[in-house]
Nanobody, 123 residues
Framework: QVQLVESGGGLVQAGGSLRLSCAAS????????MGWFRQAPGKEREFVAS????????SYADSVKGRFTISRDNAKNTVYLQMNSLKPEDTAVYYC????????????????WGQGTQVTISS
């Protein structure tokens, strides 16, 4: 059984920064990929970023490229999302996902989600 817990969300002004964390516990599978998704009010959940668990390959949505950075600390079973130059459009609930696969360069999430953390950007 895998449990994912997101933290680090909050309220910040446009142009500010936040760092989200996703800590994994329970049964662990080596080599698992990780991803971040977000869901804004009235919109569907969308991909934000992904990273290979035991590798160094990362991928980002066009809307966050150059502003967000995904990273990992395998010793802590934790994945991070550093968010800089935040915009009001980034306001959403952010979720982490464990164990997704890549298909033609696209991260396909597995059914392991955290409860989400709210990120609100004021203008």
């Amino acid at each position: 059984q895998v449990q994912l817990v997101e933290s680090g969300g909050g309220l910040v002004q446009a142009g500010g920064s936040l760092r989200l964390s996703c800590a994994a516990s329970g049964r662990t599978f080596s080599g698992n990929n990780m991803g971040w998704f977000r869901q804004a009010p009235g919109k569907e959940r969308e991909f934000v970023a992904s990273i290979t668990w035991n590798g160094d390959s990362t991928s980002y949505a066009d809307s966050v490229k150059g502003r967000f950075t995904i990273s990992r600390d395998n010793a802590k079973n934790t994945v991070y999302l550093q968010m800089n130059s935040l915009k009001p459009e980034d306001t959403a609930v952010y979720y982490c996902n464990r164990g997704g696969q890549y298909s033609r360069g696209t991260y396909i999430p597995a059914d392991y989600w955290g409860q989400g953390t709210q990120v609100t950007i004021s203008s």
